[in-house]
């Protein structure tokens, strides 16, 4: 591998965003689940619930100032690394990218009120109506900088002319074909896996002993979230399906590993390939399951690699990212189900060891999903970083300084992490649920 600029680039910006995407998730997901958790404790007058709110809070604000510096070192990079894209499709795509700044400030202020306002009103109504915003300032974050991803994905709102951009429609740039997808699959999976990751905590928790009613309605609250949005994700990740077929078929033919066009088209599913005969060998495949899961026609034609030119064939090995990214979701889905069948049936103990023990699993595999995901979005565009427009080669830096700039922001990324962690397990271990739940008893 040949380590030039473009490609320490690449590297620089694949480790930010893959380290700043654990915080990005949850900042969006664990809002919603406070508000709940919140919301469900003044409905029922029940003080668990309100100490759920109360606990993920704290544990919030400690991700979301992490979060702020890998989101500016992201900024920083896209100038640095990437200026010949920011010169084309900055004069096109800018405004979402100052709209998901206007919605973190906004989603940062009522933060703000939100933390300092608890036990401040009469009524704690007014208090939870305060998350709102901090929920709408969080997914509208996602949402305007999944616009810019989208972008990318399908570039339109201007017209080239001789290397200068025209007629450019900020709007129409941003309402692109990938946007309902890639807005709804980010933020779906956002809720899926915030929500999957408090309930690996929790189950955690409950492995070492803990056992109170604090634990059970945490876990309950958070594993029924899961089934929802796991319901969401899957329903969307249909329709991105189909959205590929329609206007990326060049990647879905290299996520399926389908090299002829061909009607009744299989899904092959895990599997080794041979490159040179372009056979798989020891893959599941599934007879007609690429033309539906690309049209919802098991007769329909599926385009494959054959159309493709030989430079514009996205790495292959994205059919693991694919593959892995389909599996965690089923399996996320198919362990809430159970959850929630076992827990209205009351045949099952939903406290038995082996399902706190997938369910602990499930916490770091939803965020693994997360990061293959954005793996595959962003591998299988290649060579564009600007689909069909800008080659990634093309767009980056010729900057001799990319390696330096690679390892002082990998010992920034290590400093972060490890001091997140730190002060999350100071903070809790120090003050268990435990300690709190006896003030909530002895106030009773």
């Given amino acids: 591998m040949d380590l030039d600029s473009a490609m320490l680039s690449r590297m620089l910006t694949s480790l930010t965003l893959g380290f700043h995407i654990i915080f990005a998730t949850l ?10 958790a919140e919301f469900i404790g003044i409905k029922r007058n029940d003080p668990y619930y309100t100490l759920l709110a109360r ?18 070192a992201i900024g920083l990079q896209l100038s640095l690394l990437w200026p010949n894209f920011m010169q084309l499709a900055g004069q096109v795509i800018s405004l979402p990218l100052f709209l998901e700044t206007f919605a973190f400030f906004f989603e940062a ?11 401040r009103f009469k009524k704690p109504i007014y208090h939870w109506i305060i998350s709102i915003p901090v929920i709408i300032g969080s997914t509208l974050s996602a949402v305007f900088i999944s616009t810019v991803n ?24 941003m309402f692109n074909p990938a946007t309902p997808t890639k807005v709804g699959h980010v933020v779906m999976s956002a809720y899926l896996t915030s929500a999957m990751v408090l309930a690996a905590i929790t189950a955690f928790s409950m492995l070492k002993g803990k056992r109170s009613i604090y634990y059970k309605k945490a876990l309950k609250l958070t594993m029924t979230a899961g089934f929802i949005f796991a319901i969401g994700t899957a329903v969307i990740g249909d329709f991105s399906g189909k959205f590929l077929a329609e206007y990326q078929p060049e990647k879905l033919a290299a996520a399926e590993w389908h090299f002829e066009t061909t009607e009744n088209a ?15 060998k020891y893959g599941l495949v599934l007879p007609n399951f690429l033309s539906i899961l690309a049209h919802g026609n098991p007769n329909s034609e599926v385009m494959g690699l054959d159309q493709v030119p ?5 790495p292959l090995f994205i059919h693991y990212l694919f593959d ?8 996320l889905a198919a362990l809430t189900f159970f959850y929630m069948i076992a827990l209205r049936l009351k045949r ?9 023990r997938l369910i602990v699993l499930a916490g770091p595999l939803s965020m693994l999903a997360i990061e293959f995901g954005w793996i595959f979005s962003e591998v299988g565009r290649q060579p564009w970083i600007l689909w069909d427009i800008l080659r990634t080669g093309h767009a980056a830096t010729t900057s001799d300084s990319v390696g330096l700039m690679f390892i002082l922001f990998l010992l920034l990324y290590i400093l972060l992490g490890t001091l997140c962690v730190t002060v999350l397990r100071k903070m809790f271990k120090s003050n268990p649920a435990e300690n709190e739940l006896e003030e909530i008893a002895r106030r009773k």
């Fill in 266 to 280: 299989d899904l092959v599913v895990g599997g080794f390939l041979d490159r040179e005969t372009e056979e798989v």
């Fill in 55 to 72: 606990r993920w809070t704290r544990g919030f604000v400690v991700t979301v100032a992490v979060g702020v510096v890998t989101g500016t």
């Fill in 109 to 119: 202020i009522f933060l703000g009120i939100y933390l300092y306002t608890w036990d």
């Fill in 150 to 173: 989208a972008f990318m994905n399908a570039p339109q709102g201007f017209t080239m002319a001789g290397g200068v951009l025209t007629d450019i429609e900020p709007l129409v740039a």
């Fill in 27 to 36: 900042g969006v997901g664990v809002p919603l689940l406070i508000s709940l």
């Fill in 348 to 356: 099952f103990n939903v406290e038995n060891k082996w399902l706190l």
């Fill in 324 to 331: 892995g990214m389909v599996g965690i979701g089923m399996f």
């Fill in 310 to 314: 030989e430079d514009e064939i996205p």
